[in-house]
């Protein structure tokens, strides 16, 4: 057997008719939330410009769940959620689910998450915020706890509702919501790079902006509507 030259093997190492792929990184990125007045709310509201907020008179529960988000994500990127929230009376809790594609997303089961966690952005993933009521009670007597019960209220009655434990974050406001929902992380794009270059941005949170900073040689395929 006769050896293998080192132009042989030149020749072997080469990649015939391979498509060079350069990625692109975009940091920060603002992933959408999915806060708005679209998707399923249950005894709360949106109230722009992003909060959801509980309604009051005889709520006792409720939750909103947002429509499934298209990331367009090419490849999955870290992000960390964050979160502003005030709940006097009441457990909030927060869920994500995710998947390849809308069905898988819809079919898969909820996680519960919270501010400051590191989520990986998949394709598709969706949101939900529970929020539920408890009360503060003393029973009347030393192990005398019956359907009577106390509840705990102001005298004289200012509220129907007063029997709600408060333990209040923000002091002074008694009402139940969650604001400023984030996610920022990095938005990874590869082969929609027709001509290789820089950009220098100041931290872009979409594409609709990318007109500004200093672009050299750079050259985007915009002709993808998610990257509009």
């Known amino acids: 057997m006769i050896p293998a030259g080192a132009e042989y093997q030149e020749y ?44 009051y008179h005889g709520f006792s529960g409720g939750y909103w769940i947002s429509e499934v988000i298209t990331s367009y994500a090419q490849f999955e990127s870290p992000a960390v959620i964050t979160w502003n929230w005030n709940a006097p009376g009441f457990d909030l809790v927060v869920y994500w689910r995710y998947g390849n594609s809308a069905a898988e997303c819809a079919a898969a089961s909820w996680e519960a998450i919270e501010s400051g966690d590191t989520l990986i952005i998949p394709a598709f993933y969706q949101f939900k915020i529970t929020m539920e009521g408890y009360r503060a009670w003393a029973v009347d007597a030393v192990g005398d706890a019956d359907a009577w019960t106390a509840y705990a209220e102001t005298t004289p009655l200012e509220d129907e509702y007063q029997g709600y434990a408060a333990p209040v974050n923000v002091p002074g406001i008694l009402l139940t919501y969650i604001e400023a929902l984030e996610l920022p992380g990095e938005f990874m794009l590869m082969a929609d790079i027709e001509e290789v270059g820089t950009i220098t941005q100041e931290a872009p949170t979409d594409f609709s902006d990318l007109v500004g900073g200093d672009l050299s040689g750079l050259i985007l395929n915009n002709r993808q509507v998610g990257f509009a």
């Open 12 to 55: 072997e190492a080469l990649q015939m008719g391979a498509t060079p792929a350069v990625r692109i990184s975009f940091s920060p990125y603002v992933w959408p939330n999915g806060v708005n007045a679209l998707g399923t709310f249950v005894e709360c509201a949106y109230v722009a410009p992003d909060r959801i907020q509980a309604h």
